[in-house]
């Protein structure tokens, strides 16, 4: 975490939060006190992996064999379960867009969730009338799905796991034990590295040459061997996806080499996401209108399941992971203000009002005094340390970032139409020098915009650069956009190692915490005692595989645990309760007589 979050006390463990004491001549870190037994929540969590582990071995010994980790299942392939599948895999913690370009590419996904339009479906800009940018949808959609069906269907047989971009069936039961076995795996492990602390700590240490040279280094990989096409659409999916993806690195990066000096870049790049949050669930409200309370859990389950569960493993409070606070607040915050008065989402003067509405209440809440009263019934939940200054703070850097990217979105159909006219191959030599004109002068302006806040703001001290984010952040952020997609060649290639990387954020997110660093990732783990770079390169392996497979534990728990049909809904939450409570007085009981 940044360094004031870094730098505070958990109360829960004080000796895990406390300053260390270096050992200069060793490069690590002291060894804190022995770490306490464990905590009822912890066994819990134990209790109910052994007993997944167990019936999932009983079943494949006694029932079916070969095993094999696939997220894909046979079973209960009817065409609900099919649609939730569909909208679950394409699941994301940021960016989407709403509206289509007129060379028929694909349509709009959701911050969390990549749903694809109904054919036929024709969706009303906020003036009233019908896009001719979203009339193309359908065939979009049809050929997106056409270039899907080309690939080998899903089957219980597949080895392998979960494709970000495939359409899959529900998981079976068995293949859901399967993943509730790997999820307990890698919550031990996170267990013994950040809580056991089973290797030594390692001292970060920073230089400015080294930082630099890994990230051009990296930069210049993806762009020599990774580099990918991808259709003709401004702001599309995988260019969003490379965005968080080198924006990730730099967030990590700048935690595990104690870069603080890059300590204002990384209030941007966390703008930015915000940004992407306001922008992606906007697009899916305005254009699906979809406000169920299926889809509501859904995005909850996505941004707060694998956080809920690390917090009771690691025994640290939800606001350790603030990141996931703030977009829970962030998508809750759009979603009233798509669903209070719907109909007025089409009218542009109501629309005008509404967003006004929403930014008096940003200021209100964030801005004034009342912040302490209007958050005070939330303290259990955001308050660290006893405190709610971390959540105020942290939230607050970025209250007007969601506000802007929802009104980008709201604009987009008219973004959209200005692009396509400076793209369209004029004929007439004075259309061409106008539209040449008009890209120079709206880029001189980007630029000199760029400039100015670079220049006053950019190398400021990181507390008087915090006063002034809030309120210049969008400067920078419009103008990347607008550079990142002035040119057909810039809007069709894409560099798909940051966009895999990006596709998993938020299980990079988490994970740095506790397996690439640990004690609130002020310490690292040292693997290969002597060895830094080669240490770097062990932790950033595992890192990332444990990422991976976490994102898509994540997906699997969320098809399963969340079908569409109330009915079961409530079958599952009643089930789960009633396994947890049991667990909990097992917990209780082992925790009494002392076995573990």
């Known amino acids: 975490m940044e360094v004031g979050l870094a730098n505070r006390l958990h109360t829960g463990n004080v000796f895990r939060r406390s300053t260390p004491i270096v050992n200069k001549t060793a490069g690590l870190l002291a060894q804190g006190p022995e770490p306490p037994d464990p905590t009822i929540s912890q066994l819990t969590l134990f209790i109910l992996w052994i007993i997944a582990l167990s019936i999932w071995v009983f079943r494949m010994v006694n029932v079916r064999s070969p095993l094999s980790f696939s997220a894909v299942g046979t079973e209960e392939k009817d065409v609900e379960s099919d649609e939730v ?50 009339k193309v949808i359908s065939k979009s959609i049809s050929q997106n799905e056409t270039k899907f069906s080309k690939e080998p269907p899903a089957t219980g047989d597949s080895n392998k796991p979960t494709q970000f971009s495939k359409v899959q069936p529900p998981p079976t039961l068995d293949n859901f034990l399967k993943y509730s076995a790997l999820l307990g795996l890698i919550m031990m492990f996170y267990y013994v590295c950040d809580y056991y602390h089973q290797w030594p700590r390692g001292e970060r240490e920073y230089s400015r040459d080294t930082f630099g040279f890994m990230c051009v280094m990296l930069v210049a990989v993806a762009a020599v061997f990774t580099i990918k096409t991808t259709p003709d659409k401004l702001i599309n999916r995988d260019q969003t996806e490379e965005w968080k993806g080198w924006m990730q690195v730099g967030f990590v990066w700048y935690h595990y ?30 254009v699906r209108k979809d406000f169920s309370l299926w889809r509501m859990l859904k995005m909850l389950f996505r941004l707060n399941f694998l956080v809920t569960i690390t917090m009771f493993t690691t025994n640290n409070q939800y606001m350790l992971y603030y990141i996931c606070a703030m977009h829970t607040y962030w998508f809750f915050s759009v979603y009233f ?15 005008t009002i509404k967003f ?12 004034t005094p009342a912040r302490d009263v209007i958050f005070k019934p939330l303290w259990l939940i955001l308050s660290y340390d006893d405190s709610m200054h971390e959540w105020v703070f942290r939230a607050g850097l970025d209250h007007y970032a969601a506000l802007i990217g929802m009104i980008c979105a709201y604009h987009y159909p008219n973004y959209e139409r200005f692009m396509n006219y400076l793209d369209k191959r004029h004929l007439n030599r004075h259309d061409y020098l106008l539209t040449l004109g008009i890209k120079l002068f709206t880029s001189g ?44 060649i810039l809007r069709t290639h894409y560099l798909d190692l940051f966009a895999w990387l990006g596709k998993i954020t938020l299980e990079t997110y988490i994970s740095q915490l506790h397996i690439y660093m640990q004690d609130g990732a002020k310490a690292l783990i040292v693997y290969i005692p002597g060895y830094p770079l080669l240490n770097f390169a062990l932790a950033s392996v595992i890192y990332l595989l444990a990422s991976y497979w976490l994102f898509h534990i994540t997906m699997t728990f ?39």
């Open 85 to 134: 599948s569909e909208k679950d895999n394409r699941d994301q913690h940021s960016s989407t867009h709403p509206i289509q370009r007129k060379d028929g590419s694909k349509g709009s996904a959701s911050d969390a969730e990549n749903e694809n339009y109904k054919e036929n479906e024709e969706h009303k800009t906020p003036n009233g009338d019908v896009a001719e940018s979203t």
């Open 257 to 286: 080499f104690a870069a603080k000096e890059t300590y204002n870049y990384i209030r941007l790049f966390i703008a930015c996401y915000v940004w992407m949050t306001g922008f992606g669930n906007f697009s899916f409200f305005w």
């Open 558 to 596: 969320s098809a399963f645990l969340i079908p569409k049909d109330h009915k079961k809904l409530g079958v599952n939450i009643v089930v789960g309760v009633v396994i947890i409570g049991v667990c909990v007085c097992l917990a209780v009981v082992v925790r009494e007589i002392g076995v573990l």
């Open 337 to 351: 203000f798509m669903v209070i008065f719907q109909s007025w989402n089409e009218n542009p003067l109501r629309m």
């Open 356 to 367: 006004a509405c929403y930014f008096v209440a940003n200021l209100i809440i964030f801005d």
């Open 445 to 488: 302006l980007f630029l000199a915009a760029v400039i100015i806040w670079f220049r006053h703001l950019m190398w400021r001290d990181k507390y008087d650069y915090n006063v002034y984010h809030p309120y210049t952040s969008w400067v920078p952020i419009l103008a990347y956009i607008y550079f990142r997609n002035l040119f057909p």
